[in-house]
């Protein structure tokens, strides 16, 4: 069974830049059928993707926050992370690690239990 | 970015009964070299993260009951869940993967009548 774990401050200041790391349990970050991904979730936006990454170091962002986002695999450590750069109290939100497969089938069907972020002075 | 609307919004169903919630893209997600629509729907229950319960439209994910099902091509998607049960209160989202970024519904909450 696949088991995904996000971690992260929890609480952040305005301007800061959030931390994210997802260990994966249960699938091997260097199998090349998958794509590992973040998505947020917030009650003004709804989900949001924010990025994914393949083993070999392919990076996907979404336009909107592509400027501030970065995207990071460690497969000895079967850990993926995300940094998100001058935050706003718009990127409090739930963070989700979740996986999809490699190619065009980029739904998730396994995510993490969620990471509440909250951005505020 | 496609935009996928759900509706309604909110949902309530008797026990037993059905219950259909819609989903509208801003533009198709039918591949026409495959055929395939580019839709997958979630379930999402309080506290939890979302739970993908069909994929391709109309394709049930490992061990979702058949109670759910999916239909619809092109723009217009429909999620039918033919006799509700208590343990499918939770808001069901809607996703676009025909084009990056994959973009959500907003989700319809789905409550007992």
Redesign the interface.
Known sequence: QVHLQESGPGLLKPSETLSLTCTVSGDSLSRSTYFWAWIRQSPGKGLEWIASIYYRGNTYYNPSLKSRVTISIDTPKNQFSLTLSSVTAADTAVYYCARCDYGDSYYFDYWGQGALITVSS | DIVMTQSPDSLAVSLGERATINCKSSQSVL?GSNKKN?L?W?QQKPG?????LI?WASTR?SGVPDRFSGSGSGTDFTLTISSLQAEDVAVY?C?Q?YT????????TQLEIK
């Open positions: 591949y580019y997958a979630y939890q993260p979302p739970k993908l994929f994910q989202y996703q993967y990056t970024p994959p973009t959500f519904g907003q989700g």
